[in-house]
């Protein structure tokens, strides 16, 4: 099973910028898509973002679209969320996705969608 190590995350005043990396380990095959996810205190977990790995096709949720960026680098098997102009309302938890495959572009969007997953990292925007 793949292990997805992630690194970035922490405190931030509002306007400001942290940039996210996640990295995936362990297995050899092929994937379709990586993607992040977020949950916030009392909510549910919610889709951010997700990029497809052959041909780049980047998806974003309408609360982060002009806000965040995700990227990856095919050769480190890593994807990345930098987030700019940050809100206290994307305070939350981010957990990054990968979804197993054989390079098939699509919008994934659904936590169904993802085979794997990483622990999750804290967020926190003060006002």
């Known amino acids: 099973q793949a292990q997805l190590v992630k690194s970035g995350g922490g405190l931030v005043q509002a306007g400001g910028s942290l940039r996210l990396s996640c990295t995936a380990s362990?297995?050899?095959?092929?994937?379709?898509?990586m993607g992040w996810f977020r949950q916030a205190p009392g909510k549910e977990r919610e889709f951010v973002a997700t990029?497809?790995?052959?041909?780049?096709?980047?998806y974003y949720a309408d609360s982060v679209k002009g806000r965040f960026t995700i990227s990856k680098d095919n050769a480190k098997n890593t994807v990345y969320l930098q987030m700019d102009s940050l809100k206290p309302e994307d305070t939350a938890v981010y957990y990054c996705?990968?979804?197993?495959?054989?390079?098939?572009?699509?919008?994934?969007?659904?936590?169904?969608?993802?085979?794997?997953w990483g622990q999750g990292t804290q967020v926190t925007v003060a006002s």
């Open positions: 990029i497809t790995w052959r041909g780049g096709r980047t």
């Open positions: 362990g297995r050899t095959f092929s994937r379709d898509a």
């Open positions: 996705a990968d979804r197993y495959g054989f390079n098939v572009e699509g919008y994934y969007y659904r936590e169904s969608d993802f085979h794997s």
